[in-house]
């Protein structure tokens, strides 16, 4: 039997769904799956959104956040050495991944990475930025989010035939049955508890509460729309560093319901009632909740977007607007009050979902696993092809 490790810094719980059907699909081709994680740290206040894996396919490692908690080491260079293939979370903070890097460069061990490749944030440092770009073809191999992640690799060197591409996904089928389950009562009662109106429209923003999300953005716009539309009302689901500042900007605002983290059933129940996703900033994983409830997702013009925004479709399953306040604000009022349009891209979301599951995330992640240890051949960039072509970014 091969044996794989994955490390991550910490276990997400929108990840432990993907981690538990990994291992069962490697098992049935002899390869035994670990996943090494630590516990978050406690600044960033994260603890809400980890999970645990069962000690059969993961384990919990100490992990020493240094400068100040800008650089990560979990004490896993043993268990690397006796893996057939290590596979690590991308990103110069982890300390051993400059090992793992060298020991892929000299052949002593498979490495492979899997992650964003790209960074389109700003706020790195130029050195920081160099090395990252000049070691991308040291792994072995690349399992990347998306085929623009995929793209950037090809374009940096990377030969097509060492990227396996993922699409990465969550499992967004409980939230479909949920929101599907939930009944015109159950929707009233939920209303009536929120103190939010029958006859409401509903915008609803569901993540971590941090900076790239642009939160306070959002509230500002969610003002302006409320002048448009008396009858709006804003829910905002997650937990995160921005919590407290985020309670203060709506101390005084009665509309604007902040309930902090929710996952499950409490999570499909609120996005039933929303009518649009609301996420000015960084979208990443959470547009497949939106496809997964059925609601457009309405974004604005960013350059520092996850892999994702890809899956944003134009005028199908979401819409774009100038990064503006007031620009945001009047494509969200101008969505919601065209119930034909808000329809039409409704089915867009429902239709979107089918497109991106976690089952072929899978899929494709096994197969890249055993393209690495050689029980496959990879003859182009490995990928199980959503079920139809994507549609165009809103440029």
């Not at 159950?186 to 103190?195: A, I």
């Not at 921005?242 to 605002?253: K, M, N, S, T």
Request: hydrophobic share 40%; glycine share 6%; aromatic share 8%.
């Amino acid at each position: 039997m091969k044996h794989v490790i994955i490390s991550e810094a910490q276990v997400k719980h929108y990840r432990l769904p993907f981690y538990m059907k990994l291992y069962e699909v490697l098992q049935r081709h002899d390869i035994n799956l670990r996943v090494a994680y630590s516990n978050p740290v406690p600044s960033k206040g994260g603890e809400d959104d980890t999970r645990n894996l069962p000690q059969h396919c993961g384990f919990k490692v100490d992990g020493y956040w240094l400068w100040p908690e800008r650089l990560v080491y979990q004490p896993l260079l043993r268990p690397y050495l006796r893996s057939d293939l290590v596979i690590a979370d991308e990103g110069n903070r982890y300390v051993l991944n400059h090992v793992l890097m060298a020991l892929s460069l000299i052949g002593v061990q498979r490495v492979a990475f899997w992650g964003l490749a790209e960074n389109r944030r700003h706020d790195r440092l130029p050195v920081s930025e160099w090395y990252r770009a000049a070691t991308l073809n040291w792994a072995t191999h690349w399992f990347a989010y998306t085929r623009r992640t995929a793209a950037y690799l090809e374009s940096q060197g990377v030969p097509s035939s060492k990227i396996t591409i993922v699409y990465n996904s969550v499992d967004t089928r409980e939230i479909t049955e949920c929101v599907r389950g939930v009944t015109p009562r159950e929707k009233v009662n939920l209303r009536l508890r929120l103190g939010i109106p029958a006859n409401a429209t509903i915008g609803i923003f569901s993540g971590t509460l941090q900076q790239d999300k642009c939160i306070p953005f959002l509230i500002k716009s969610s003002h302006l729309i409320k002048a448009q539309m008396p009858s709006f009302h804003l829910i905002i689901v997650g937990t995160g560093r921005e919590r407290e500042a985020i309670d203060h900007l709506v101390e005084c605002v009665p509309w604007i319901h902040v309930l902090g983290a929710r996952f499950g059933r409490e999570k499909a129940e609120l996005l039933a009632i929303a009518d649009a996703f609301l996420i000015p900033g960084r979208v990443g994983l959470a547009i497949l909740d939106a496809f997964a409830a059925g609601i457009p997702i309405v974004t604005t013009r960013l350059e520092t977007h996850g892999p994702e925004i890809e899956y944003l479709e134009r005028n199908v399953n979401g819409v774009m607007s100038q990064h503006d306040p007031i620009a945001y604000a009047d494509t969200v009022s101008s969505l919601l009050c065209e119930r034909g349009s808000l329809d039409r891209l409704r089915a867009g979301a429902i239709a979107s979902c089918d497109k991106y599951s976690i089952d072929n995330m899978v899929a494709n992640f096994a197969e890249g696993i055993k393209i690495c240890l050689g029980m496959s051949r990879a003859e182009k960039p490995s990928c199980r092809q959503p079920t139809e072509e994507l549609g165009a970014i809103v440029e």
